[in-house]
C-alpha cells in the first residue's frame, strides 16, 4: 500500500507526455484495431536504435525547466553527437500510413516540447527534431525531420503550459473546495442506523491510517452509506485523490450514486462522481466502428474534446444519465468521455474489473498519475469468484479450426502449426470422452508446443492486420484476442494456477488456463492503493479472505453486530432430507410437502433456494403437480435485465406465492424484499460446489498452500452462498420471517457453528 505520509510539493509539475497528452491530441478518434507493439517489444527497440547510433549519441537525456510556476519535465529518447539533433523514438507494426492523426500529432508534440527544453538548456538558437518509427518485425526506421528554431519552441511551449496551467489552477480551486465540503460534510440523515455508526467508525480509522480492512456488515443497516460517507471525511485529512467505489453487479452502482446523492443534495456540490459505463451499454451507434470515417461522434473527438472536458467538470454529476447529457451537447462519445473524464473525478462508481483486471483503467491511471487512491470493494465476498475469472482463459479446438480455414496467406500457415500441435498434443494424452460426458484432464505442465505455435499466430495475426487494417473488425481480431489471453496468462502460469483439457469428442476440445488462487494477481493491486475497505455481509473466516485475495497480513478485521434479534426470524432444520446429489431423486416428496406445509400454515411470499437448474425444473415440476393451487413461478436459464427486473417486482406487497431459484444465481443476493415482500426462504442444499475433478485439484492446492483445502474449497464458498440467500428474508427492524433449512447436515455442530450468531436455535 503506496506511502501517504509525506506531503506532497507545493509546486505544480507536469511530464512532457502528460502536457502533451492533454493539450495536443487534434482530429478524431480512432479506435481501429490496429496491433501495437507491447511494452517489451517497445523497449527492445529503443534498444535497438540506441545501439545503432554509435559513439556519442546518448540517450534518456533529462531535461525540466519552469515556465510559469509549472515545474515541466521529461527524457530525451535520444540526442545526436553534434548535440543539436534530438530524436524521439517509437514502435509500431504494420503500415506506418494507418497511424492515426491524433497520434502522429502528440508525437510531434512530444519532441517540440523536448526540443524547446533542449534549446533552452544548452542555449540553442535552433534544432533539428526527427521523429523515428521503427517497425518492429522488419527492423526498418522511418525518419521524420523538422528544422525548428528555438523561439517559436519555446513559445509553444509557453502555451501550453499556460493551457494546462489554467485548466491546474482551476483544479487545485476545485480540491481545495472539495476538501473543505469534505471536512464540514454531514451524515445525510439525524441519526445512524442501529450499526451504521460502528461500521463507519471502522472505516473511517482505516482510510484515515492508510488500513486494509475486511468489514462484515449485515444486511440491512445501510452500508454503502456507512462506508462511503467515513471514506469522504476521511480525504482530507488523508490527502486522498481519488475514491473508487467498486461493484459485484450493475445494481450496485445505482445504489452508490443514490448515497452519494443523499450525502450531496443540492446542486453544484463540488465534489465529482462518474459512473464507469462499458462500452457496449454506453455506445450511441452500435454496430459502427470507433473513428472518425464511422461514426460523427469519433469525428473531430479531440477537437471538441477541451470543451466537453470542460464543460463535464462544471457539470460534476456524470452518472450515465449526466455523461451522455454532456456529451450529446458537444457531439462526442460518451464511453470515451467517460474514460476521459476518469482522469478528472472525485469519486468513480465502476465494476470491480476497472481496478482489478490486468489491464484495468483505474489502476493504470493509479500508477501513471500517482494518485492516492481509496478502494471501497461492496458484496467483497463475491471477489475471490470475480477474479479467478478475470485470470483465467480458455481456447477452443474447433474454433481454431475453423479459423484456421478462413485465415489469409501466411496467418493460415501458423495457425495451421497451431491447428497441428494441438492434435499432437491430444494423442499425447490419450483416452477419449465417453458418450456425451466430457473428458477432462489436467496438464502438469503448460504444452510448450502448442504454446510455441500461438505465440507465432499472434505476432503473425498482428503482422497481418498491420499491414491490412480493414480486416480488423472481423475474425481474425476475435481469433487474436483469444490467443493473446492465452498466451500472456503461460507468461505467469504457476501454482495459482492450473492447465486443463476438456474433451468433447474428435477435434473438440477446450485448452484453459484456470486460475484457482488469485492473490499473486491482487496484492499488487491492494499495494497500489492508499487505503481499502472490503465489505460484505458474508465474509468470515477472514483468514479465507485474506488467504485467497492475496491481503496482507496487517489487513484489520472488524464485525458489526447485527441489529437483528433471534425473534425475528424462525430457523429450522427439515433433519429428514438428504439433499445429497445421489440423494435428490428420493428427495423430492420431502421437498414438496415442506414447502406446502410452510405456505398453508402462513401464506405469503417465500423464495426457494436449489443447487441446480435440473434439480429446479424437477422440484417445481413435482410441486406443480402435488399442489396446483399454489402460485409457483421459477428462475429461468439466462434471464435478461428485464426478466430478473420482472422476477424481483412480482414480489408485490400482499402477495403470495413460491419463486424457485438457484443457490448462488442472481437472486440469491442483493435483492432487497423487505416487509411482507418476502416473509421466508427455504435453501434446499449446502451450497458444496460438486465433487468434480477440478474442484479437488483446487482443494489440493489450497491445501498445500495454506492448509484448508476441504474448507476453502467446499465448506466455506458454500456457506457463504446460504447466509447470502437466507439474508434476504429479515432486511429491517420490523420485519419477520423463516428460514427452512432442508438438509440434516445442518443440523451438525460443525455446519451450526458457521450461521450467524444472532440465529435462534434451529428447530426440527
Not at 507526455?17 to 487534434?26: G, I, K, S, V
Not at 491546474?168 to 476538501?179: M, N, Q, T, V
Not at 449485515?218 to 467498486?246: C, E, Q, V, W, Y
Amino acid at each position: 500500500m503506496s506511502d501517504a505520509s509525506q506531503p506532497r510539493s507545493s509546486q505544480p509539475s507536469v511530464g512532457v507526455r502528460a502536457l502533451c497528452d492533454f493539450t495536443a491530441r487534434r482530429g478524431d478518434l480512432d479506435h481501429r484495431f490496429t496491433p501495437s507493439p507491447s511494452a517489451r517489444d517497445g523497449i527492445e527497440g529503443h534498444a535497438h536504435v540506441v545501439a545503432s547510433r554509435g559513439e556519442g549519441y546518448r540517450s534518456e537525456v533529462s531535461v525540466s525547466a519552469e515556465i510559469d510556476g509549472l515545474r515541466v519535465q521529461g527524457r530525451i529518447d535520444g540526442v545526436c553527437r553534434d548535440g543539436r539533433t534530438l530524436e524521439e523514438i517509437k514502435t509500431h507494426r504494420g503500415r506506418l500510413d494507418r497511424m492515426a492523426d491524433n497520434q502522429r500529432a502528440l508525437h510531434w508534440a512530444q519532441v517540440r516540447a523536448y526540443g524547446a527544453l533542449w534549446c533552452r538548456e544548452q542555449q540553442l538558437s535552433e534544432v533539428t527534431l526527427v521523429l523515428v518509427y521503427l517497425d518492429i518485425v522488419s527492423r526498418r526506421e522511418t525518419r521524420l525531420t523538422e528544422s525548428c528554431d528555438a523561439e517559436t519552441l519555446w513559445q509553444e511551449l509557453t502555451q501550453r503550459c499556460r493551457d494546462y496551467r489554467q485548466w491546474g489552477e482551476a483544479e487545485a480551486s476545485h480540491r481545495h473546495k472539495r476538501d473543505v465540503a469534505l471536512n464540514e460534510l454531514a451524515f445525510a440523515w439525524p441519526d445512524f442506523r442501529i450499526g451504521q455508526r460502528d461500521l463507519a467508525e471502522a472505516v473511517y480509522k482505516a482510510a484515515a491510517t492508510g488500513r486494509e480492512l475486511l468489514v462484515e456488515a449485515p444486511t440491512g443497516i445501510g452500508k454503502t452509506l456507512g462506508t462511503l460517507f467515513p471514506t469522504l471525511k476521511a480525504m482530507p485529512r488523508r490527502s486522498l485523490d481519488r475514491l473508487a467505489f467498486l461493484t459485484m453487479k450493475t445494481p450496485g452502482r445505482q445504489v452508490a450514486l443514490d448515497a452519494l446523492a443523499q450525502l450531496f443534495p443540492e446542486p453544484g456540490a463540488p465534489l465529482r462522481a462518474l459512473e464507469l459505463i462499458a462500452r457496449e451499454k454506453s455506445c450511441e451507434y452500435p454496430g459502427r466502428a470507433c473513428h472518425g470515417d464511422a461514426c460523427p461522434l469519433a469525428q473531430g473527438f479531440y477537437d471538441r474534446l477541451p470543451e466537453a472536458r470542460a464543460a463535464a467538470a462544471q457539470h460534476g454529476w456524470l452518472d450515465r444519465a449526466g455523461l451522455r447529457e454532456v456529451a450529446r451537447q458537444h457531439q462526442l462519445c460518451p464511453y470515451y468521455l467517460g474514460q476521459e473524464m476518469a482522469r478528472w473525478s472525485d469519486v468513480i462508481v465502476a465494476d470491480v474489473n476497472h481496478f482489478f483486471d490486468s489491464s484495468a483503467l483505474l489502476h493504470g491511471l493509479c500508477r501513471s498519475e500517482d494518485w492516492r487512491m481509496a478502494l471501497l470493494v461492496d458484496e467483497a465476498h463475491n471477489l475471490v469468484d470475480r477474479a479467478r475469472g478475470m485470470y483465467s482463459a480458455s481456447l477452443d479446438q474447433h474454433r481454431l479450426a475453423a479459423w484456421h480455414r478462413e485465415a489469409p496467406g501466411g496467418v493460415k500457415r501458423s495457425l495451421g502449426r497451431v491447428v497441428r500441435s494441438w492434435q499432437a498434443l491430444v494423442r499425447e494424452q490419450g483416452g477419449s470422452s465417453v458418450g456425451d460426458a466430457p473428458q477432462w484432464q489436467q496438464l502438469e505442465t503448460l504444452p510448450e508446443e502448442l504454446v510455441g505455435a500461438l505465440q507465432g499466430a499472434s505476432s503473425a495475426i498482428s503482422d497481418y492486420l498491420g499491414e491490412h487494417p480493414e480486416d480488423g473488425a472481423g475474425m481474425l481480431t476475435e481469433c487474436l484476442f483469444e490467443v493473446l489471453a492465452f498466451t500472456r496468462l503461460a507468461e505467469s502460469f504457476a501454482d495459482h494456477s492450473l492447465c486443463e483439457l476438456t474433451r468433447h469428442g474428435r477435434g473438440r476440445s477446450q485448452l484453459a488456463i484456470v486460475n484457482l488462487v488469485p492473490a499473486d494477481f491482487l496484492a499488487p493491486r491492494f499495494a497500489a492503493a492508499s487505503a481499502c475497505t472490503l465489505f460484505s455481509a458474508t465474509l468470515s473466516p477472514v483468514n479465507y479472505q485474506r488467504d485467497l485475495l492475496g491481503l496482507p497480513e496487517r489487513t484489520v478485521w472488524h464485525e458489526v453486530p447485527s441489529p437483528f434479534s433471534s425473534e425475528q426470524l424462525e430457523v429450522r432444520v427439515c433433519r429428514h432430507l438428504s439433499t445429497r446429489y445421489r440423494d435428490r431423486e428420493r428427495s423430492l416428496p420431502g421437498i414438496v410437502e415442506t414447502l406446502a406445509e410452510q405456505y398453508q400454515r402462513q401464506p405469503g411470499h417465500y423464495l426457494a433456494f436449489v443447487s441446480s437448474f435440473s434439480y429446479l425444473q424437477q422440484v417445481y415440476d413435482a410441486v406443480r403437480e402435488a399442489y396446483p393451487e399454489i402460485p409457483l413461478r421459477r428462475q429461468q436459464r439466462g434471464m435478461s435485465e428485464e426478466q430478473r427486473g420482472q422476477f424481483i417486482a412480482d414480489f408485490r406487497p400482499g402477495g403470495c406465492g413460491i419463486a424457485l431459484a438457484v443457490l448462488g444465481g442472481a437472486f440469491a443476493e442483493g435483492v432487497d424484499l423487505p416487509g411482507d415482500r418476502l416473509i421466508g426462504a427455504f435453501i434446499a442444499t449446502l451450497g458444496l460446489p460438486p465433487r468434480e475433478p477440478r474442484q479437488e485439484v483446487l482443494k489440493q492446492r489450497l491445501d498445500t498452500r495454506f492448509g484448508r483445502g476441504d474448507d476453502y474449497a467446499y465448506r466455506v464458498p458454500g456457506m457463504i452462498k446460504v447466509v447470502q440467500a437466507a439474508g434476504r428474508v429479515i432486511r429491517g427492524p420490523e420485519d419477520r420471517g423463516v428460514v427452512v433449512l432442508m438438509d440434516d447436515r445442518y443440523a451438525s455442530p460443525e455446519v451450526q457453528q458457521r450461521l450467524p450468531g444472532w440465529w435462534p436455535g434451529a428447530t426440527s
